[in-house]
């Protein structure tokens, strides 16, 4: 009977130990979900799209979707996609916005749509560092880009606009940190310690002085509406928060989105300019 006693807990102590040691293992494969296949630009249906390539400092070859802008007169987007799937994914997104007349630049991520190497949250920053330098060699100036951040790539633009120039920052799902999403997943875990990609959006925004637009859905299940309250609350002025009660995590592009931020625009990018 003693032994028993005793070895229940140590038995207990040794399957938490190895669900925290498989969390630590594993942890770039739950934050990182790539889809690796080549991405067709063709699907998007836009005519004057191009495949670009964009290298890295560390000699990575990146694919980029990239459609110019209607005029001098519009802006220019780098989008930041979320951590599943690849570009083609955001097709339908990269379309409309070539209807509006404006310039896109949709960026895969080292490892996604058959780009080379592995996904990291170093790996990521530069990623967008380097899509961003394509930008001066096309001869756009800094204040027309507008940096959009899709959940994962929410951290990505922030990092990236406490770094350059840009017009204005669009933040949809947006999160306070990687460590906050996990410590809601894993609350037994010590997270805290085990997280490596940390992507802490919401220490860094307080240093940008551009127009934040912060986008939540009211039923979002993996990035919670009260995480982009609090990125909005640290967010300097000029901002504006919009709340779609009834979207999910996926659905704010259906709730209205592209009329929010062409609003947005309409009413901060402008000023800018």
């Known amino acids: ?10 038995l207990a102590v040794v399957l938490y130990g190895l669900l925290v040691g498989l969390l630590a293992w594993q942890q770039r494969r739950f934050l990182y979900l790539p889809d690796r296949r080549r991405p067709n630009l063709a699907s998007t249906g836009v005519a004057d799209a191009q495949a670009v390539t964009l290298t890295t400092r560390d000699g990575l070859d990146l694919l980029a979707w990239w459609v110019p802008p209607a005029d001098a007169t519009m802006p220019v987007v780098l989008y930041l996609h979320g951590n599943g799937g690849n570009i083609e994914y955001r097709g ?11 310039g896109m630049l949709l960026l895969d991520y080292r490892g996604y749509g058959g780009n080379p190497g592995t996904p990291t949250e170093a790996g990521l920053l530069e990623d967008a560092r380097t899509a961003y330098a394509w930008f001066a060699t096309d ?6 880009i507008v940096l959009w951040g899709e959940s994962l790539g929410t951290g990505v633009a922030v990092n990236l606009a406490t770094e350059t120039t840009v017009g204005a920052l669009l933040l949809e799902s947006p999160y306070t940190s990687i460590v906050a999403i996990a410590q809601r997943r894993f609350p037994y875990a010590p997270v805290d310690w085990l997280i490596r990609d940390r992507f802490d959006l919401i220490g860094r925004i307080a240093g940008i002085r551009v127009p934040v637009l912060v986008m939540t859905a009211g039923r979002d299940r993996i990035v919670p509406a009260a995480m982009g309250r609090a990125v909005f609350a640290v967010a300097n002025e000029p901002k504006r928060f919009w709340f ?5 995590h996926n659905g704010l592009a259906e ?7 062409q609003a947005f625009l309409r009413d901060y990018w402008k000023a800018g300019q």
């Open 139 to 144: 001869g756009i100036a800094a204040p027309r």
């Open 255 to 261: 709730a209205g989105l592209f009329d929010t931020v």
């Open 1 to 10: 009977m003693k032994t028993a006693l005793i070895a229940t807990p140590v």
């Open 244 to 248: 779609a009660a009834e979207a999910g």
């Open 92 to 102: 339908r997104r990269f379309a409309q916005a070539s209807r509006l007349g404006w």
